[in-house]
């Protein structure tokens, strides 16, 4: 079993389990959730497993672009939906298999293969839709959650067992049983009910963003038709969301209820997907794939295809052969973040630092909220060494995003780079506590404190910040031991 594969069943397993009333009339099921879960302890719950994503699981997909584009997608719908007040975050895993996941307290991951596999936005909207209706709804929370048998460290540790569970179902199963999480089982799916109100309750989500409706049962229809055995040969998203020809003819029959209207796919849908396309396999292999499509024309947006290409040939070092490729999209009249993220880094590659960086000025100028760029520039500042202006980047982003990881990383990273060890290790436990990890945050100011070289006003902040870690730390121990 692929790596995150076992990470999606151990999630699924946690999230999963108690069966779930039936209800022949089809209530607003969420309407009427668990009592014995607050949206802030699930919330909690999602942040620590998110954490456990973070730090242990190897197909976490970090890039910036994607991740930013995810996002942005997810929010548009999220914020058409009956969110009880979670806020929802998105993000990726390197899987080539296509499913979608949503956690407790509106985290939801979503597969490569997922991405690549949807033919148009509103596919990938209505897959997102859907899950964002498990979350607003506390399906997650009536399955699992309201068995007051269950603690909530019982909760944690069975998220954290079953993350371990690397080789078989066998083993996920074996991991259930030694967290002691009483009535849990392994059972990966959604119930009947709760599939088709996540259906009606995503069409509504898809239609108010100004999506295509048909994306969702088009999506469903294809993922169907393409198995068939649907036992042995069904798709990860199929064997967690079971898929019905019932739940089928509901979709049809609501789609015909709304007026057909063509949605274009926006230009970063069709450039994520290329440059997933770009990052599979090798840099040599990726290109070779790329320029075949180019030459034989197999492809739905050349601006994208050709991304992907300059991509792989990035990858592959060919630093003017990815330069020819943005230049011939930009004489295509087509602009976007990514292409700008990517021009200003083949510059970088090639050592022209100045122009490099230009090129991201002139860009966040224009994009002046997308994360790719920002990142990318900082990243870039302190590459170049850089790093007084690199501290003073991320200081002012962090002005505006204080709990962002990446930019604390950058304060510690220019903090180094300037020989000031004790604010760079102040700046870590930033890091740390962001991460969930209190522990290793107090451990960075004790470090913090004995490196000597912070000045009156810094040591006064570092010895602040350990007194309240230290506070947080007892707390959360005294807490875990009331779960």
Request: no cysteine; aromatic share 8%; glycine share 8%.
């Amino acid at each position: 079993m692929h790596p995150s594969q076992r990470f999606i069943a151990a999630v699924l397993a946690l999230a999963l389990a108690l069966p779930p009333a039936g209800a022949d009339e089809l209530p607003e099921l969420g309407d009427v959730a668990s009592n014995d879960l607050s949206l802030g302890t699930e919330k909690k719950i999602g942040q620590q497993i998110m954490h456990e994503i973070r730090w242990r699981e190897p197909s976490y997909l970090d890039d910036a672009d994607i991740e930013a584009y995810l996002n942005q997608l997810g929010n548009r719908l999220a914020a058409v939906s009956n969110d009880p007040g979670f806020g929802f975050y998105f993000f990726t895993i390197n899987d080539p298999n296509i499913n979608a996941f949503a956690m407790p307290g509106g985290y939801i991951g979503v597969h490569t293969g997922l991405i690549i596999s949807a033919q148009t936005e509103s596919e990938l909207a209505g897959v997102l839709g859907h899950e964002i209706s498990h979350v607003t709804q506390r399906h997650i929370a009536r399955q699992v959650f309201q068995s007051k048998q269950i603690g909530m460290a019982s909760m944690v540790a069975m998220g954290l067992a079953l993350l371990a569970a690397r080789s078989s179902g066998q083993m996920a199963g074996a991991a259930i049983a030694t967290t002691q999480a009483g009535a849990i089982s392994a059972q990966l799916a959604f119930s009947r009910d709760f599939e088709r109100e996540a259906d009606r309750q995503g069409f509504d989500i898809l239609r108010k963003a100004g999506f295509d409706v048909r994306g969702m049962g088009v999506f469903f229809e294809r993922l169907q038709k393409s198995v068939r055995l649907y036992e042995n040969n069904a798709t990860a998203y199929l064997r967690t969301h079971p898929l019905s020809g019932e739940r089928l003819t509901d979709m049809q029959n609501r789609e015909q209820g709304v007026p057909y209207h063509q949605v274009a796919d926006s230009v970063d849908f069709q450039l994520v997907r290329a440059k997933l396309r770009a990052m599979q396999g090798t840099p040599g292999d990726a290109v070779k794939d790329l320029e075949k499509l180019l030459r034989e024309r197999k492809f739905a947006s050349e601006p994208a295809i050709r991304f992907g290409l300059a991509f792989a040939l990035y990858r592959n070092r060919d630093w003017l052969g990815a330069e020819r490729e943005i230049d011939s999209i930009r004489r295509l009249k087509v602009y976007a973040p990514m292409l700008e993220h990517l021009r200003a880094d083949i510059r970088l590659a090639q050592g022209d630092v100045s122009g490099g960086l230009k090129v991201y000025r002139d860009a966040m100028v224009r994009y002046p909220l997308n994360q790719g760029l920002l990142y990318g520039y900082g990243a870039a500042l302190s590459g170049a060494r850089r790093y007084d202006e690199s501290l003073r980047f991320a200081e002012a982003q962090l002005g505006n995003m204080p709990d962002d990881v990446r930019f604390h990383k950058l304060r510690a990273e220019s903090y180094a780079g300037l020989g000031k060890k004790g604010m760079q290790h102040r700046a870590l436990a930033e890091v740390f506590i962001l991460q969930g990890q209190t522990a290793g945050a107090v451990e960075q100011l004790q470090l913090a404190q004995k490196a000597g070289d912070a000045n009156f006003f810094e040591m006064s902040s570092i010895d602040a910040r350990l007194r309240e870690m230290k506070q947080r730390l007892t707390d959360e121990l005294k807490e875990k031991r009331n779960w």
